[in-house]
């Protein structure tokens, strides 16, 4: 019976094209949206976590001040000293690696050509508690941080300005005043989550800077790398004692110094990002009850249109559950099509604006199966109302439906 | 009649509504219809010819009476067996033609044979040779907005015999259309009876149309009046 009914629904869909066409208008643009939104969506959320994951997973930035900037008024807070860096990854519990940072503008000099950078001063820790390969070359030696040697490591963006395409690691060149030699070469990066290219940068032993630039041990920064199987609540709450006590803060005085923990920027800019995607998402949800809407009132029309028809069928011997089924087979099979059109125009869309919006191309499986299904639902709900009202009819008076 | 009847009906009534607003549409109506009669209903309107007709092709089931189909009682089924009956033993062709639009002559006529469930090739064939039989083979794929009046209803005849019904209810079969065309259909109708004995039970108000059945039942105020028999065996009308 099944087989029959199919081939019925398909034909009537066949013979009424444009009025088909028009059920199913509501449930493709329906699905089209909330499949190119979702998708388009978590795009934007798996750009934004990337970006994070650029600055590092499981790692604890320590400013002095209090939140951003240094602050306004008031005295200048202590900066961090080299002693702070060893107390950490001796004393807190969970820590890996304490990266000192001391950022200076300078001007990079190769070969004539001039490019104002900033150069900033760590460790070779700087390199374990984030990712961030070299493309050529090697970090520096225990042997080169403890003498201060002028060794310096370029990023990309000082390196194709200096360098063009010939290769920098080996070569001298000079920074400031400095004379150094290159050791290696950073990978690009690309632009940070705040703006700013992160490329932009030469990267030395930290007492060389403070030697050779800034004439103090002031330490500006610390990056902080946790380890996994500990909560970077939990270290960042132990951090927080030392770096008071070290700082001899007094319990009533506020911290002097900045925690910014980069998993929590990550969750919240990731709960923001999906949060949105759920708002635009049931926004375009409600599009598509409204195409179901828009399959009931067509199919509601189409019964009361077809009622001499059904009186034919019922009149030579259709079952009124036939009837029933070819009119929610016809319904189901519209709102399916409909969905499949949808799906096809959401990749079309996520296409042409993930690239405007700057995000990945994606195609989430999850959301097409479940929009899919819905348009499916859609078909069975919508469309049974009007099926029942064309099973129930009597055939004497459809027959007589002018 | 030495044969047993097909249809049988005793005492048959059919009221209308209930209470004040009750109307006695069939007032007891006996009936035999013999296998291969063609047989003509005539009566003006409202006189119950359409609800006996109604009836008689299990669309409607009769308030009292008894109704027995080939000895079978049949005046108490259900809305879904009143259909396989239909599907199983019954033809029908009406004063509109009823064919489903942008449906070709051929996909009209197998209409019936899909509700039984024939495969394919076997609803094609029993398809085409109805067309055949009504004349219009050449003819199965124009839809009926491409065939004349004469033509559709032909359509709509074989669509009621493609299922080898044991009775083919004509319900003013020749209502629209004009003399010429009208003596065609009846002498397809005729033709039928006599070479396929197929019984015919058809509904006129026409003399004319009525004059090429064997048998014509008078109906009025919901009984049977009279019963003609025209012994010219169903083959030319006396005009």
Redesign the interface.
């Known amino acids: 019976?099944l087989g029959?009914v199919l081939?019925?629904a398909l034909?009537s869909i066949r013979?009424?094209v444009l009025r088909s066409f028009l059920t199913v208008l509501g449930i493709v643009i329906g699905v089209a949206a909330v499949v190119a939104m979702v998708t388009l969506g978590k795009a934007t959320t798996a750009a934004v976590q990337s970006q994070i994951a650029a600055l590092g997973t499981n790692v604890l930035q320590v400013r002095p001040g209090q939140g951003f900037g240094r602050g306004g008024g008031g005295p200048r807070p202590p900066e961090f000293e080299m002693a702070d860096v060893e107390a950490i990854r001796q004393q807190v519990t969970g820590v890996t690696n304490v990266a000192p940072q001391e950022p200076r503008a300078a001007t990079a000099i190769f070969n004539g050509a001039n490019w104002s950078t900033t150069i900033t001063g760590t460790t070779s820790a700087y390199f374990a508690v984030q990712p961030w390969p070299l493309t050529a070359g090697r970090i520096f030696t225990p042997a080169e941080e403890s003498a201060g040697k002028a060794v310096c490591i370029l990023g990309s963006t000082v390196e194709s300005n200096l360098f063009r395409s010939q290769p920098a690691v080996g070569q001298r060149m000079r920074i400031g005043d400095v004379s150094c030699d290159v050791i290696g070469t950073l990978s690009r990066r690309g632009q940070s989550g705040f703006g700013g290219d992160q490329d932009d940068t030469v990267l030395m032993p930290i007492k060389t800077v403070q030697r050779r630039f800034t004439g103090s041990p002031d330490v500006s920064s610390l990056t902080v790398g946790v380890d996994q199987s500990y909560s970077t609540e939990q270290v960042q709450s132990a951090l927080t004692d030392l770096l008071r006590e070290r700082r001899h803060l007094s319990p009533s005085q506020d911290n002097n110094f900045n925690i910014f923990d980069t998993k929590q920027i990550s969750d919240t800019l990731t709960g923001t990002t999906t949060l949105l995607t759920r708002i635009v998402a049931a926004v375009a949800a409600i599009s598509l009850i409204v195409g179901g809407i828009g399959i009931m009132n067509i199919m509601l029309v189409s019964v009361t249109e077809r009622t001499?028809?059904i009186?034919?069928?019922?009149?030579?011997?259709?079952?009124?559950?036939?009837v029933l089924m070819q009119f929610l087979v016809e319904a189901i099979v519209l709102s399916c099509i409909g969905g499949l059109i949808g799906l096809l125009l959401a990749q079309v869309a996520v296409a042409i604006i993930a690239p405007l919006m700057q995000v990945p191309w994606m195609f989430d499986v999850e959301i097409n199966m479940i929009a899919f299904g819905i348009s499916a639902m859609i078909g069975v709900i919508f469309g049974y109302f009007p099926a029942r009202r064309a099973a129930s009819l009597n055939?004497?008076d459809a027959?007589r439906h002018e | 009649m030495a044969e047993a009847p097909l249809i049988s009906l005793r005492g048959v009534t059919k009221t209308y509504g209930t209470g004040a607003t009750a109307f006695q549409a069939l007032r007891g109506i006996d009936l035999d219809i013999a296998p291969g009669m063609f047989a003509a209903v005539m009566g003006p309107s409202g006189s119950g010819k359409s609800t006996l007709m109604?009836i008689l092709?299990c669309?409607?089931v009769p308030t009292s009476g008894r109704f027995l189909f080939r000895g079978h009682a049949v005046e108490r089924l259900n809305?879904?067996q009143r259909?396989?009956m239909?599907?199983?033993y019954?033809g029908?062709v009406?004063q509109g033609f009823?064919?489903?639009?942008?449906?070709t002559a051929l996909?009209n006529v197998e209409?019936?044979l899909?509700?039984?469930?024939d495969d394919r090739a076997l609803r094609r064939e029993a398809a085409m040779n109805a067309l055949d039989q009504v004349g219009l083979k050449d003819w199965w794929d124009h839809t009926p907005a491409e065939l004349s009046g004469g033509q559709q209803q032909r359509v709509a005849i074989a669509?009621a015999i493609v299922t080898s019904p044991d009775v083919l209810l004509a319900d003013e079969p020749t209502g629209n259309l004009d003399s010429e065309r009208s003596v065609e259909i009846m002498k397809l109708l005729t033709d039928l009876n006599r070479a396929h004995g197929i019984t015919v039970l058809m509904v006129t108000h026409e003399p004319d149309m009525a004059a090429f059945a064997q048998t014509v039942i008078h109906v009025s105020d919901g009984v049977i009046g009279r019963i003609e028999h025209n012994h010219h065996g169903a083959a030319e009308p006396v005009r």
């Open positions: 019976m029959t081939l019925l034909r013979r009424h001499r028809e009186g034919i069928r019922l009149a030579i011997g259709a079952l009124a559950g036939e055939p004497i027959l | 109604n092709g669309l409607d809305r879904d259909a396989l239909r599907r199983k019954l029908f009406f009823n064919l489903l639009s942008r449906t996909e209409l019936p899909l509700y039984r469930g669509r």
